[in-house]
């Protein structure tokens, strides 16, 4: 595709595909609710215990991803400026999302309020660059935690053949944690050397960084990772980081990577392993895209999936 943009289509279809099952913590109580399924993906009842939308729409990870997508159709003079504009259209005040918002700090209170949120939640990066967009901010990203937003924010940007260091600028505009921008860097170059036709880009990663002190913390991860190949992945996944955060979120999806030979069993394998399964194979989902190319992403997920269609249209 023009643009390498099926590998975001890889990303939006993967992030579609475990959505139902999003921060579902409890593996066992994640296993009865896929049990005796080949394919659980594109669940018809929402499992997700925090929020509940329709089925083939995607998480707010991949959403922040469609919006600078849109931005770029809009056009390439000040992607920056009208990235922020659109996130504040998209998350900000008179959006669902930020409706939403409103409505979890009322809901505190009840018990078991989290299965009220009927709609999309916000993520704690939006939350704080919608503020620090409104206030005009010089660095608009949030602070508060290690999360994957800045690298699926990025994501059709670079694809769009932009630069690493204009790609750190993008990154910022919602998270200026230094390590999200670590790990969405290392992200963005494993994607980068399959798309350049590596065979084995964990591998070159390693190679062509081993001297890299930037990478320092990565390259010790993902040797780590290698160490616990053969474990189970769930298990795996378990120890390393269920949740959101990096360092975490980006060895659970290596983990995930270098235990699959193909696009469709590492986003069936990320999913059963719960947690977070959403920020993950947003990585997950666009590697295995840019190492196999589209005709690896199954057509019937990409049928399922509400928001694959406006990417298929950018011949």
């Given at each position: 595709m023009?643009?390498?943009?099926?590998?975001?289509?890889?990303?939006?279809?993967?992030d579609a595909a475990a959505r139902p099952l999003h921060w579902v913590y409890n593996q066992k109580k994640l296993l009865t609710y896929i049990k005796g399924k080949k394919d659980f993906t594109f669940l018809k009842n929402n499992?997700?215990?925090?929020?509940?939308i329709k089925t083939g729409k995607v998480s707010g990870y991949n959403q922040v991803g469609q919006v600078?997508?849109?931005?770029?159709?809009?056009?390439?003079?000040?992607?920056?400026?009208?990235?922020?504009?659109?996130?504040?259209k998209s998350f900000g005040p008179g959006s669902i999302y930020w409706k939403?918002?409103?409505?979890?700090?009322?809901?505190?209170?009840?018990?078991?309020?989290?299965?009220?949120?009927?709609?999309?939640?916000?993520?704690q990066n939006i939350i704080e660059s919608v503020k620090n967009i409104k206030d005009k901010k010089k660095?608009?990203?949030?602070?508060?935690?290690?999360?994957?937003?800045?690298?699926?924010?990025?994501?059709?940007?670079?694809?769009?053949?932009?630069?690493?260091?204009?790609?750190?600028?993008?990154?910022?505009?919602?998270?200026?944690?230094?390590?999200?921008?670590?790990y969405a860097?290392?992200?963005?170059?494993?994607?980068?050397?399959?798309?350049?036709?590596?065979?084995?880009?964990?591998?070159?990663?390693?190679?062509?960084?081993?001297?890299?002190?930037?990478?320092?913390?990565v390259i010790e991860d993902i040797k780590k990772v290698k160490r616990l190949k053969s474990k189970p992945h769930p298990i795996v996944v378990k120890k390393l980081g269920m949740a959101c955060s990096y360092?975490?979120?980006?060895?659970?999806s290596i983990h995930s990577i270098i235990n699959s030979s193909n696009y469709k069993g590492a986003i069936l394998k990320t999913i059963k392993a719960g947690g977070c399964n959403c920020s993950r194979v947003n990585f997950?989902?666009?590697?295995?895209?840019?190492?196999?190319?589209?005709?690896?992403?199954?057509?019937?997920?990409i049928k399922k999936t509400d928001l694959a269609k406006k990417i298929l249209n950018q011949k």
């Open positions: 023009k643009n390498n943009l099926h590998v975001f289509l890889g990303a939006t279809v993967a499992k997700s215990p925090f929020y509940n600078m997508f849109q931005t770029l159709i809009e056009g390439h003079e000040n992607i920056e400026e009208r990235f922020k504009k659109n996130i504040n939403n918002l409103n409505l979890r700090s009322k809901y505190r209170k009840v018990k078991d309020w989290r299965g009220i949120i009927k709609g999309p939640w916000i993520h660095l608009t990203g949030g602070t508060k935690v290690n999360e994957s937003d800045g690298y699926c924010a990025a994501l059709p940007y670079f694809l769009y053949g932009y630069d690493f260091n204009n790609l750190k600028k993008i990154i910022s505009t919602v998270t200026v944690s230094k390590i999200s921008l670590k860097l290392a992200k963005f170059h494993l994607i980068d050397l399959a798309l350049k036709g590596s065979k084995d880009p964990i591998n070159e990663f390693l190679k062509k960084f081993k001297k890299n002190l930037y990478f320092k913390s360092p975490g979120t980006f060895n659970s997950v989902g666009a590697y295995f895209a840019a190492l196999k190319g589209i005709n690896s992403i199954p057509k019937s997920w």
